[in-house]
């Protein structure tokens, strides 16, 4: 009798974890189907303030189709059609708008109008309006300019400490909608401990998405030995999917915006990939990743889903009336 061959093929089985929610956000979703939708009715070229959303990818193919990236309203010719990007604007933005005669469409995410118009009721009551977020970031700037002697910026926990305020009863916090969940709650519980009078906004700032997003990546980090996040360098909610990512105990995580830039040797003694994306990312770029992941025997994937996302936004009121 012959004993059977034993097998010798050890080899770990290798797989990928694939993230949902992720990707396109119904902000991000209008926004860039407001460009389109521009260029479809009006023609090229149509005029964007700033990055209509913060992805690369969106970008250069709305360019393509004629769109024109521009920084501030003079750039614009007079009496064209500009439109103002996802993230918001200050008041000022529109006000240089009319004085150039510009034709405009505001794209900007109603969860980030929501923020708006809560710091203009509270600017209206006397408050002092502790805002969280990352110095710069045009959701930040455009959010300031609606009460800035109201608004002081917190940026994160560490920034606690510095902030003063002219009536510790009468003051107010309010967020960037694309933070980290669990550092947001860091500064609040911070800020409460130093006001113990802190006024919370209505109804949570960080967006619905951001939130399912991290949770999605929670969900699966504890199975990863590696998690891609496809998104690019300027936007927020995917820098934050990374951090979550490590911040949770996944040993490595990485941020590219297409396929080509993941390195080989982040696969080294890997067997599970997680793989994500941000709120602004198109899902075909996702693909690419799992074709490129296919390529070096991660061929089985599994999709595991944290929630349901069904909100749609409808496209800006500007587009009927022009």
Known sequence: ????????????????????????CAGV?????????????????????????????????????????????????????????????APEVHTSAARRNLRTIDATCP??????KEAVRFADEGYDILLIGHEGHEEVIGTTGEAPEHIKLVDGPDSVDGVEVRDPAKVAWLSQTTLSVDETQQTVAKLKTKFPMLLDPPSDDICYATQNRQTAVKQIAGDCDLLLV?????????????????????????????????DPAWFEGVTTVG???????????????????????????????????KLLFAL?????RL
Do not use: C, W
Request: negative net charge.
């Open 230 to 262: 496809v998104g690019s360098k300027n936007s927020s909610n995917s820098v934050r999917l990374v951090e979550v990512a490590l911040e949770v105990g996944v040993p490595a995580s990485y941020l590219v915006d297409f396929a080509d830039e993941v």
């Open 29 to 89: 979703d209008r926004a860039v189907q407001t460009v389109e939708s521009a260029l479809e009715r009006f023609g090229a070229p149509v005029y964007v303030r700033k990055e209509i959303v913060h992805n690369k990818h969106v970008v250069q193919t709305l360019e393509e189709r004629g769109a024109v990236f521009v920084e501030e309203n003079e750039e614009v010719p007079e009496g064209a059609l500009v439109i103002f990007s996802a993230h918001g604007v």
């Open 111 to 116: 969860l980030v109008t929501k923020v708006h």
């Open 275 to 309: 793989l994500t994306s941000g709120a602004s990312v198109p899902e075909n770029l996702v693909q690419d990743v799992l074709e490129l992941l296919a390529a070096h025997g991660y061929g089985e994937v599994e999709e595991v889903r944290s929630a349901q996302e």
């Open 1 to 24: 009798m012959v004993d059977a061959p034993v097998s010798t093929d050890s080899a770990p089985r290798k797989r990928v974890l694939l993230a949902a929610p992720r990707g396109y």
């Open 316 to 320: 800006p009121h500007e587009l009927k």
